[in-house]
T-cell receptor
Framework: KAGVTQTPRYLIKTRGQQVTLSCSPI?????VSWYQQTPGQGLQFLFE???????NKGNFPGRFSGRQFSNSRSEMNVSTLELGDSALYLC???????????FGPGTRLTVL | TQLLEQSPQFLSIQEGENLTVYCNSS?????LQWYRQEPGEGPVLLVT?????EVKKLKRLTFQFGDARKDSSLHITAAQPGDTGLYLC???????????FGAGTRLFVKA
């Protein structure tokens, strides 16, 4: 079974731009969660989608948004990028609640 | 707010030594996972423990879930340089809707 895939793997943007990251979950997984990982803050939960509905949201500003499609693929969007948004963005999929999450390789976003 | 505290935060040891990493909380979790992450990559699942008191072995790695399902430990026997990485514990809350991550233990094994 193919694992979680994320595209692109690396991205360089400038302040004020916007960015869209994509995540394809493991086949059959309906839950997709997004995390931001930085050296100083560790893994911070952004949001979780299940069957196209956002079920949980972390404490991030409204510039961070996401969506999930009917095939469970998910996208995350960050608008008006700031330098502090530079991070590794991780996507994880699972069968649903109480099930183990499996992570993708991440997208390394650098904001200049 | 549920929290998972990992200790130690950093560990630098010689090849062949044994070590234990701890993951503690005041909350009960329905399950707990351990992941290992290498720089620039996503965390890779090592194990999931579900039952209080459960012990799982994965080659030189031994994982234990506390009887009350509030804490866990990871013990590595005869560490090797390939064990170097960031070890993360994660707990699924009893409601099942959220996964809480510890801050991680960064392990460096010197040859």
């Amino acid at each position: 079974k193919a694992g979680v895939t994320q595209t692109p793997r690396y991205l360089i943007k400038t302040r004020g731009q916007q960015v869209t990251l994509s995540c394809s979950p493991i086949s059959g997984h309906r839950s997709v969660s997004w995390y931001q990982q930085t050296p100083g803050q560790g893994l911070q939960f952004l949001f979780e989608y299940f069957s196209e509905t956002q079920r949980n949201k972390g404490n991030f500003p409204g510039r961070f948004s996401g969506r999930q499609f009917s095939n469970s693929r998910s996208e995350m969007n960050v608008s008006t990028l700031e330098l502090g948004d530079s991070a590794l963005y991780l996507c994880a999929s699972s069968l649903g609640e109480r099930h183990t999450q499996y992570f993708g390789p991440g997208t390394r976003l650098t904001v200049l | 707010t549920q929290l998972l505290e990992q200790s130690p935060q950093f560990l630098s040891i010689q090849e062949g030594e044994n070590l234990t990493v701890y993951c503690n909380s005041s909350s009960v979790f329905s399950s707990l996972q351990w992941y290992r992450q290498e720089p620039g990559e996503g965390p890779v699942l090592l194990v999931t423990v579900v039952t209080g008191g459960e012990v799982k072995k994965l080659k030189r790695l031994t994982f234990q879930f506390g009887d009350a399902r509030k804490d866990s430990s990871l013990h590595i026997t005869a560490a090797q340089p390939g064990d170097t990485g960031l070890y993360l514990c994660a707990g699924a809350d009893t409601g099942g809707f959220k996964t809480i991550f510890g801050a991680g233990t960064r392990l460096f094994v010197k040859a």
